[in-house]
């Protein structure tokens, strides 16, 4: 499964962004896929994730409110809306995909990556 995410850039605090990831349609068979971040020294983390087959939602408790997963599944995509964006959202985000939903929910971990894209909030 090939992932390919673009939306990322340098935004103000407070501001808002939009992630967009895109599955290969040759290889994708709708695995579940969600979104992470890894900081500058500090470990990736779970954001978000969806299973296409049940359409739940699954957010990290520190993540749900200010950012929201959504689907187009005619389009194989998967988008990360950021809100109220602050200095320490600043990250490389990473879209992925699971075999099982429960190896990024519960495992923080994922089967295909994509190349991440970097935001960057200024204060």
């Known amino acids: 499964v090939q992932l390919v995410e673009s939306g990322g850039g340098l935004v103000r605090a407070g501001g808002s962004a939009r992630l967009r990831c895109t599955a290969s349609?040759?290889?994708?068979?709708?695995?579940?896929m969600g979104w992470f971040r890894q900081a500058p020294g500090k470990e990736r983390e779970f954001i978000a994730a969806?299973?296409?087959?049940?359409?739940?939602?699954y957010y990290a408790d520190s993540m749900e409110g200010r950012f929201t997963i959504s689907t187009d599944n005619t389009k194989k995509t998967i988008y990360l809306q950021m809100n109220t964006l602050k200095p320490e959202d600043t990250a490389d985000y990473y879209c992925?995909?699971?075999?099982?939903?429960?190896?990024?929910?519960?495992?923080?971990?994922?089967?295909?990556w994509g190349q991440g894209t970097r935001v960057t909030v200024s204060s």
């Open positions: 992925a995909a699971a075999l099982r939903i429960e190896t990024m929910v519960k495992n923080s971990a994922g089967d295909y």
């Open positions: 349609t040759a290889t994708f068979n709708w695995l579940p």
């Open positions: 969806v299973n296409f087959n049940t359409g739940r939602e």
